[in-house]
């Protein structure tokens, strides 16, 4: 009977499909790894791809995840003084490459607004700059609290037209940034601009949260160990990408995770050929996370 109905086989999966579909509808899944389950299903029977799957699970993520997971730290906020002349702080722009930066009168803790490099634009073209008063250029600054969660902040972000938030702590105090790069990164992967290089320096490994931290894959195991004061051996790799990928047995597709003595390596940004970027969550014991702090 099965030859007389080629199609027999592919609508018995079909028909599974399906059913895992109708489980939505009748009150079902009664949680996340029930929707990453039909959604792992869908991938498996092409009715998704897998780059859709990822970004799915990504937003499922980031349902669970608060700011302080995701924040730029206090210590590598790039700030620009409400004092300072355009000669002080120009070559902070030029340097950084951003192109919105927190205003501050004070120190840290006294934001009083955001400077965008697209409003000195106007300016560019006179020769005289000494009209140019950073309070007269100011952005007002979204303030929001660590625990606020991460799709609460998307939302906001929306509704305020705003790419940029101010982070503070319980107790009023700036611990740090949060873009709406940094959420959909956190969707869609890496997003890459005009002053991204394609190969990140091998030393690059950047605080990005609470045990979060961003490594790109050509960063040295011995760099890694110094940086985080672990002893990872370089015997099958030199590199923490090559580490990864032995740890796998195959080269990884980007959304894959791996743990490692106690690291969780997850790819964020990979080709046909290679890794090129990972996000890793240290334990609570390494000395990464007491740093820059």
Not at 69 to 83: A, G, H, K
Not at 103 to 111: A, C, I, L, N, T
Not at 254 to 266: A, D, M, S
Request: aromatic share 6%.
């Amino acid at each position: 009977m099965s030859e007389d109905n080629p199609h027999s086989s592919n609508g018995s999966s079909q028909k599974t499909w399906l059913e895992k579909i109708g489980q939505i509808f009748a009150g079902e899944p009664k949680n996340k790894e029930d929707l990453q389950e039909i959604f792992g299903v869908a991938t498996e029977r092409s009715v998704i791809d897998n780059e859709t799957k990822l970004m799915i699970d990504g937003v499922l993520d980031i349902s669970e995840m608060r700011v302080r997971d995701i924040m730029i730290p206090r210590s590598q906020m790039v700030t620009i003084n409400l004092s300072q002349s355009v000669d002080e702080f120009l070559p902070i722009i030029i340097k950084s490459a951003h192109s919105r930066f927190p205003v501050v009168s004070e120190d840290k803790d006294h934001v009083e607004g955001f400077l965008l490099a697209k409003d000195l634009l106007p300016y560019g073209f006179k020769q005289e700059s000494d009209d140019v008063a950073i309070a007269n250029l100011l952005r007002p600054a979204v303030i929001v609290p660590e625990s606020k969660r991460v799709d609460a902040m998307l939302n906001e972000f929306k509704a305020k037209h705003s790419h940029m938030a101010v982070v503070v702590d319980e107790f009023g105090g700036v611990s740090g940034l949060v873009t709406i790069e940094d959420i959909l990164e956190l969707i869609v992967g890496d997003i890459e601009d005009e002053h991204d290089v394609e190969d990140p320096d091998p030393d690059d490994i950047r605080k990005v949260g609470d045990r979060l931290f961003s490594v790109a894959a050509l960063t040295t195991i011995e760099e890694f160990n110094t940086y985080f004061s672990e002893s990872f051996l370089d015997d099958d790799a030199d590199t923490i990408g090559g580490m990864v990928v032995h740890s796998f047995g195959y080269l990884p597709e980007r959304g894959e995770i791996t743990e490692i003595l106690g690291y969780q390596f997850k790819v964020t940004n990979a080709d046909s050929r290679r890794i090129l970027q990972l996000q890793v969550t240290a334990p609570k014991t390494s000395q990464g996370c007491a740093e820059e702090n």
